[in-house]
Structure formats: C-alpha cells, structure tokens
C-alpha cells in the first residue's frame, strides 16, 4: 500500500512540474494543483497510511489509522479549492485583457 | 476575559461586517477603519497583559495541548502584532484617500480585513499546521489585492506571486507532513522536546531547510525574492505600504520561530544556510535598486536588500544579532511603509512611476519631501534614526560571531542603499519641475505619512527603552522555556485559558 501510495506521489509531482513548465498558463494551473495534491498524499502518509483501516476509535480491539493527518488533509484540500478558483478567474481575467492565455501573452514582468 | 484571539477575531469580525456593508461604501469604509482601530487597541491591550504577565496562552476549543490548538501571544508575536496592526491603520486610513479618485471596486476593505486576520494569526499561533493555515488566508487575501486594480500589469504580477508561493505552500505541506512523521505532534511547544530526541539529527535539519525555503519565499529570500518587485511595485500603494511593511516580515518571524523554538536542536547547522542566503539577498536586492528608475520598483528591491539583513540578524541568533534585526524589522515596517505612501503622494501628483520624468516636486509637496527624507533616512540607517542602530547591531554580531566578510558586504550594501535612497529623493523632489503636476493629495493620503514620520521620530527619541524592550523580546525567543511552560505546564489554567471553548 505505502510503495503505491509513493508512486501515486511520484507521478503526480513529475505530471505536475512538467505542466508547469508548459507555455500555456492553464496548464500551470492544472499542474500546481497537481503538485498540491501529491502535497496532501504527502500529508495522508505522513500518519502511516494503513489501507482500510477507518480514523475513527471504535469499541473493541479493531485497529485505526491515526486520524489528525486526515483531518489536516481535509483542510488543505479546501484550501486547494479555494486557490484553484481564484487562479482560474484570475486566468480568465488574463485572457480578456492580454488576449490569450500563453506564457508569451504575458508582458510586463520583469526580474 | 482573554486576548489572545482579540486581534485575529476583530479582524475577521469587521471583514464579516465589510462584506455586509459592500453596497453601502461611506458605512463600510467607516466599519473599516474603526474596526482596524479596535483590532490595534486590543494588540496593544495584550501587548500590555504580555508584558506585565508572561505569555499568554488561549485553547481552541477547549482541547487541551498538545492535543488541540493553542493561539500563543509572547512578546515577540505581541510586539509584531501591534506593529501590524499599526501600519494597517495608516495604510487603510490611506486607501480611503487614495480609492476615492480611482474606480471604486467592491471588495478593498473586506480582502484587506482577511489579509490583517491572516498576519495576526500567523504571528499568534502556537501550531504548525494552523499556521500553514493562516499563511494560506493572509496569503490569497493578498494575492487578491495585488490584482486589486486588474490591470494587465498586476494581473500578471499577481500570477507570478501566486505561482511561486503555491509552489511554496505545497513545500510547506511536505515539511508539515515529514515533520508529523517523525515527531508525531505539530504544537510549536510540545516539538522542540521530541525533535531534540529525533535519532538522526540530519532528517530534523533536512525539514528545518525545507521551511526555510518556504518561508524564504514569504520573506523573498534569495533564490526565492523573483516574485517581490513585481508584486510590491503594482499592487495599490497602500496595499504595497502592507506587503512590504508587514507581510514579508511575517516570514522573517517564521523563521525566527520555528529556528528558534521548535527546531532549537539543529538551529546551528542550519545557519551557515541561513547566512548565506541572508548575504546574497543584501547584495541582489540592493544591486536590484541601483539600476531602477521606477519609484516603486526601487522600493520593492530596497525591501528585498533590507529582508537581507533582517535574516543576518536571524541567522546568527546571537542577543546582539536579534536585537538589530528586531529593531530593523521595526524600523523597515515604519520607514518602508511610509517611503511605500510618500512615493504614492508623488506618484499621484506627477501620475508617473519614473522618477527621472518627475522632478523638482519639492515646490509642491513640501511635507512630503520631508516625509520621505525622514523615511530615507531609517531605511539608509543614518544616525540618529534606529535604522543607524539596528545595523550597527547586526555589524557589531558579525564580528563578534567570526564573520569578517560578511560584515564587510554588510557595510557595502549600507552605503549603497544609502546611494539608491538619496539619488530617488533627489530625482524624485529636487532639480527642475519636469512636469506641470496638478493633482492635488487628498488629506486622507497625507495624515498616515505624517503619522508615520513622526512614529519614526518617536522611535528615534525613545530609543533606549525600545532598545531595552527588544533586549527583553530577543532573549525571550532565545530561552523559550516560558512559552513551552505556558503551553504545556499547569499554568494553562490560570489566566490564559479561561475565555474560550466549553468547560471540559
């Protein structure tokens, strides 16, 4: 479980900075919230991930994963959302006044 | 009756009430500034209660720690959270002068209400993961206000800001995620114990540097600092008064806090890291603004050169060393800020950034002229301005802690951020009129800029009992026993927690 578990991680973080290094901005976006979401794997692991094993403490001696990582996941993934909007209205916003939404539409950044 | 949670909930209180008032912009922009009033009042309430009675510490929740959350005011987050909470007074009181002229959007004061609850709570919580949390909410209330204007210019500011933190907060999790793994708590006061019986020390310093790097990018750390000049110089210039007053210190006092108290045990590895990055930062931000003609933009780079030396002061941890940065951070918030809205009143006036296309606006605003002398002269660190003092300080830890070289660059960068500050003055309010200015600054934008420049002289006056009070503050983050006793001991019971939560 944990060897797929570190694969899925892997995958994500390598599909996500090479999204990032697209020319198209959209596919950023996509793949920053790719890496946020090998982040919040990340974070499910970090409390041993033991499979089927529920976070909640049941009466009797059946085992249970340790539930804070999960909850902390859950916030960050709301906090994922909530970025993952303003990104896009900030792409669309982009769009409308540059005309495009490419790396080369964009014009006044500098160092 | 507890203060603790006063400031972050004032603050999420007004944004409520702004977000209410959005139709109604006369009420609302009233809302708003009593509000950022009553939230400096009770900062400075429980500054006080901090001074008077130790830290103080408030439960959320009612879960005692290290289990629940824990909001922690010691005298370093109280004094940095009535720091804030000034400058957010004057840069709001400046926003109604400087909003009124331009296309009045909805939404200012309430994103401006979430940015002031995300800084107090990053300073005033007492667990890591919350303050991953508090980060995210002064973070995307601040890309917001980057983008205020929706300007082409900002708009892409504020996705280069917005990529590289998001990069950062994803770092940021990865840290929260190995550190819970191996210590198996997040509460800053119940780490620094199990860190410290870690079995490979190299795995605490490996998570130590991952924060460091994240919280590098809030405080724009070398290699971490590309997305500060664009973000600082587009974002309304009360809104930049912030960023560069307030937000990137919150990173400093990241680092502070977590190298300090949490990762006491490895703290000295990591410094030679923290040195370096801290130089480069100095020289890079300060070579940065020499080659700027745009007011703004010179501000943004002097911000990245003076976060240099803040990180020197941080790094070495020695007293000296923390109290020079601790008063620069002071110094810089005061002196920035006001450089940030004395610039805008010249801005304004000439409706250009280019400071050689301005000139010889000192006919037309002469307390600004002075005002901005007054902030040129902090920021340069000229005596008697405590900038003068704090770097001294830094210098003085330097060669105390055996580094000649960096002292050497220290100096260097002094006199240049001395070179870039003057040549703007000059540019900007000497020499012949280039331009026939015309618009008037509204008072609105002219009170905080005297109000500034007059804390600075304030500060300057009373320079001993700061000086004193910063002595005070730095040994406390460098014995943290009292906030780990206050967190963790039985005194949880007796002042501090009695306001929140159910009875348990």
Known sequence: MTLSLILTIGTLVGVGVFLLLRRNLLKLIIGLSLISHAANLILVGSGGFLGRRPPIILPGPLPYADPLPQALVLTAIVIGFGVSAFLLVLLYWISRVRGGAAVSDLMELRG | ?504
């Open chain 2, 1 to 504: 009756m507890n203060w603790v949670p006063a400031p972050i909930l004032l603050s999420l209180a007004t944004a409520i009430l702004c977000s209410g008032l959005i139709r109604w912009r006369r009420a609302q922009v009233w809302v708003s500034l009593l509000g950022s009033l009553a939230t400096t009042a009770a900062a400075g309430r429980l500054l006080l209660l901090v001074w008077e009675a130790g830290p103080q510490v408030h439960v959320m929740g009612g879960w005692s720690p290290p289990f629940g959350i824990v909001l922690v005011a010691d005298l370093l987050s109280g004094s940095l959270v009535a720091l804030a909470s000034v400058v957010a007074c004057l840069s709001l009181l400046y926003s109604t002068g400087y909003l009124e002229e331009r296309e009045a959007r909805a939404g200012f004061h309430p994103l401006f209400h979430f940015l002031l609850m995300g800084i107090h709570g990053a300073f005033l919580t007492g667990d890591v993961f919350n303050l991953f949390v508090f980060f995210e909410v002064l973070l995307l209330a601040s890309y917001s206000l980057v983008a205020y204007g929706g300007t082409g210019a900002q708009l892409e500011a504020t996705l280069k800001y917005a990529t590289l933190n998001l990069v950062g907060s994803a770092v940021f999790l990865l840290a929260v995620g190995a550190l819970y793994g191996l210590a198996g708590t997040l509460n800053m006061a119940h780490l620094p114990a199990r860190l410290a019986a870690a079995e490979s020390p190299a795995i605490v310093l490996a998570i130590l540097l991952l924060f460091v790097a994240v919280f590098g990018t809030k405080a724009a750390a070398f290699p971490f600092h590309f997305w500060l000049p664009d973000a600082h110089s587009s974002a309304p210039t009360p809104i930049s008064a912030m960023l560069s007053g307030v937000l990137i210190k919150v990173g400093a006092y990241a680092i502070l806090r977590l190298g300090g108290l949490v990762f006491a045990s490895v703290q000295a590895l990591a410094q030679p890291v923290l040195l370096g990055m801290a130089a480069v930062t100095m020289v890079v931000g300060a070579l940065g603004a020499l080659a700027q003609r745009d007011v703004k933009r010179l501000l943004a780079y002097s911000s990245i050169s003076q976060m240099g030396y803040i990180l020197l002061g941080v790094g070495l941890f020695t007293p000296g060393g923390l109290r020079g940065a601790l008063l620069l951070i002071l110094n810089h918030a005061l002196g920035k800020a006001l450089l940030f809205l004395a610039a805008g009143h010249a801005v304004h006036a000439a409706g250009t950034r280019d400071m050689q296309a301005m000139g010889g606006l000192r006919a037309l605003l002469p307390g600004t002229s002075a005002a901005f002398l007054v902030g040129v002269l902090a920021i340069a660190g000229v005596p008697p301005l405590p900038g003068f003092f704090a770097k001294l300080a830094i210098l003085q830890a330097l060669l105390a802690a055996g580094h000649p070289v960096l002292a050497a660059l220290a100096a260097a960068m002094a006199l240049a951020t001395l070179l870039y500050l003057f040549r703007a003055w000059q540019w900007i309010f000497w020499g012949t009129t280039q331009k026939e200015a015309t618009h008037a600054v509204p008072i609105g934008m002219r009170a905080p800029v005297a109000v500034l420049a007059l804390l600075l002289a304030l500060v300057t006056a009373s320079l001993g009992p700061v000086s004193a009070w910063l002595t005070e503050v730095a040994a406390q983050v460098r014995s943290p026993e009292a906030y780990v006793g206050r967190v963790l001991g039985g005194e949880v019971g007796s002042p501090g927690a009695q306001g929140g939560g159910p009875a348990r």
